[in-house]
């Protein structure tokens, strides 16, 4: 059935197909169509960050980004659901045309910019939703806040999700906000790392209830880039890495359609860069905090590595839009 769906969908444009996608998912998550994309996956239980995921394998974030279609989603079997990129003020992103499909290395090519309806939104939604389950939510800065001010952006963002996240993920390496993978280095990463760990403390009291912490980073740092960000996070004492967003190196698609359009790659091809971050992330953390392991999975198989690598939990994007629901089912059964 996805197959014949996929075959229509990838007719159109890339970002239309989205857009229509997520309207029908929205639409109709709550009524009896929706047996297109119900399923039964085994349960799987596995605790992160003390948390019990009813499976390892999530969504992860971009594809829902304003939470519109949680129930969905949650309906396909996934384990965990993070929704987002939101940032504190609605903004439009990038301009059109900016997600590119690359069909013969199943791979997308996006610069998006972090459009979203607002982080008020997505709360709005997230209450309406009638899921239960694990939801994380991905925050990040508008494009128009400055560098300097960048902190507050995540911090009013914070505030706003906590009471109805079970994890918050902060997003510093999107390669489509001008700046934004600064704060994966130095100074930056410190004073950024320092304040949310204090959002948090003052939240959890407010609220009775700890929430955890996720750094999502980039497959393109170097080894002592890997490095100096365990140790940072070992200090701020963050409650899980996600590894890995997209990339901006193109040399697994030399040639193909689309390879130089600007923005972040993903994908089949992102697996060896994104598995070896993995892998190095977990020598240097010494199991002082979990991986969330995301970039190329699309089967069991390559969702084995990620674990065997060292992560904790899985996540998947672009394998999921190749090959649908299915795939979910597939991973959790046989893993």
């Not at 365990?230 to 698609?253: G, K």
């Amino acid at each position: 059935m996805y197959g014949i769906m996929r075959k229509w969908l990838f007719s159109k444009d890339a970002e239309q197909s989205h857009d229509l996608t997520l309207r029908l998912l929205k639409r109709y998550a709550n009524t009896p169509l929706a047996w297109f994309w119900r399923q039964q996956v085994e349960a799987k239980p596995v605790t992160v960050m003390g948390i019990e995921f009813p499976n390892p394998v999530g969504l992860a974030a971009g594809l829902d980004k304003n939470a519109e279609c949680i129930d969905a989603f949650a309906q396909m079997g996934f384990g965990f659901i993070e929704v987002g990129t939101v940032t504190p003020k609605p903004q439009e992103g990038n301009p059109k045309p900016r997600l590119f499909r690359i069909p013969e290395r199943e791979a997308i090519i996006n610069r998006m910019g972090f459009n979203n309806l607002g982080v008020d939104y997505l709360v709005e939604r997230v209450q309406r939703a009638k899921f239960k389950g694990v939801l994380g939510i991905n925050i990040g800065k508008n494009k128009a806040t400055a560098e300097a001010d960048a902190v507050h952006d995540y911090v009013h963002c914070m505030r706003k999700v906590y009471a109805f996240a079970s994890y918050i993920t902060v997003n510093i390496s999107s390669p489509n906000t001008p700046g934004l993978r600064a704060f994966q280095h130095g100074d930056a990463l410190h004073q950024l790392l320092a304040s949310l760990k204090q959002t948090q403390a003052e939240l959890a009291t407010e609220h009775g209830r700890y929430v955890p912490l996720a750094v999502k980073i980039a497959p393109d740092l170097d080894n002592d880039g890997i490095a100096a960000m365990a140790a940072a996070l070992i200090e701020h004492q963050i409650d899980a890495v996600i590894a890995t967003n997209t990339t901006l190196s193109r040399d697994a698609v030399v040639g193909c359609k689309h390879a130089d359009e600007a923005g972040g790659l993903s994908g089949k091809v992102l697996f060896d860069a994104s598995t070896a971050v993995v892998k190095q992330l977990a020598e240097h953390l010494q199991g002082k905090l979990p991986i969330i392991a995301v970039g190329g999975i699309d089967s069991a198989a390559a969702a084995q590595a990620k674990l065997a690598a060292g992560a904790s939990l899985v996540q998947v994007y672009t394998g999921f839009i190749y090959h649908g629901p299915q795939l979910i089912r597939t991973i959790v059964n046989d893993l």
